[in-house]
């Protein structure tokens, strides 16, 4: 795996692998020495989670790592961003991950072929963002392990959701026995990778092991995408009395940022059947196990 882009990229072996040695990483707390190996951090939109648990990832492995500040860069002197990679790559970094609003622009940085440098999509646009389908993975797993008998449901706005499209990919390859995605009819996916979809909360609900609750994306919504947020929060917020129409053990996830109240109540957000800050967690030692994994695949 020369670079790590979108899951549908990755085999069934591979997944496994991250896996395990992402679990190795969290319960041995025993992180091997990348020193040779730079990161740099390229995000032209928000982050919190990815950002910071990435370049925790790089320096729990010793990998020097770098904030590329976009406010203070060459790109506000009309530098184009094949020109930051190449400038980046030239002074030795070896890992670069990006974030950026445009769908398909890690891979196409990928494709350069005079480009030395490993990628990492972490997120673009509404079209995959695959450490955080992995980490999702690796929480669910922790507690249910025996995917095929496991019900997922992903509720929200799945249209705008690359986490959704990333994540779909990935119960299709591990064999989740049954995924539901559930949306109002206006923000449903275009395209369905894996599962199936419906605007019925209770019906996607009942019997569910796992629940995915996503953030509205206020920021992607066009003309003719736009639903009232009280009409929304009635009818498929995440609330104490419509958990139970699923597992009485049912577990609870959000990718986050949460928007509480719209989506999701505080009380389940914060309550016992939240798992969103293991996910966090979980997040840095996935990502070693990433960046442990292109690392191996540099030529020194
Ligand atoms: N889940 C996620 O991508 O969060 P951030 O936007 O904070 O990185």
Redo the contacts with the bound molecule.
């Keep these: 795996m020369k670079h790590f882009l979108e899951i549908s990229q990755l085999s069934h072996l591979e997944i496994t692998t991250l896996l395990q040695r992402a679990l190795y990483f969290k319960n041995t707390l025993t992180y091997p020495c990348y020193s040779q190996s730079p990161v740099a951090n390229l995000f032209y939109e928000?982050?919190?989670?990815?950002?910071v648990s990435f370049e925790l990832a790089a320096k729990h492995l010793s990998m020097p790592v770098i904030n590329v500040d976009l406010q203070t860069s060459s790109e506000c002197k009309g530098e184009v961003i094949e020109d930051t990679v190449k400038t980046l790559a030239a002074m030795g970094i070896k890992i670069l991950i990006i974030r950026h609003g445009q769908e398909g622009l890690p891979q196409r940085l990928a494709d350069m072929s005079y480009n030395s440098v490993h990628i990492i999509n972490a997120?673009d646009g509404m079209h995959a963002?695959p450490s955080?389908a992995m980490l999702d993975l690796m929480t669910i797993s922790e507690k249910k392990p025996d995917l095929s008998r496991l019900k997922i449901a992903i509720v929200g706005n799945i249209r705008h959701s690359r986490?959704a499209n990333s994540l779909q990919h990935l119960c299709a390859l591990m064999g989740v026995g049954e995924l539901t995605l559930i949306a109002p009819a206006i923000w449903q996916p275009i395209n369905v990778h894996y599962g199936q979809v419906t605007t019925s909360l209770q019906e996607g609900m009942v019997n569910a092991d796992v629940i995915i609750c996503l953030r509205v994306q206020r920021e992607r919504l066009l003309t003719g995408e736009q639903l009232d947020i009280d009409s929304y929060r009635r009818d498929y917020a995440i609330t104490s009395d419509r958990l139970k129409h699923a597992k009485a053990d049912a577990m609870i996830m959000h990718?986050?940022?949460i928007n509480r109240g719209i989506e999701i109540d505080d009380d389940i957000a914060d309550g016992p059947q939240s798992f969103i800050l293991q996910q966090v967690s979980n997040g840095v030692f996935m990502r070693m196990a990433i960046l442990e994994h292109l690392n191996n695949s540099i030529h020194f």
């Design positions: 928000s982050s919190t989670r990815t950002r997120g963002h955080q986490v990718p986050g940022p």
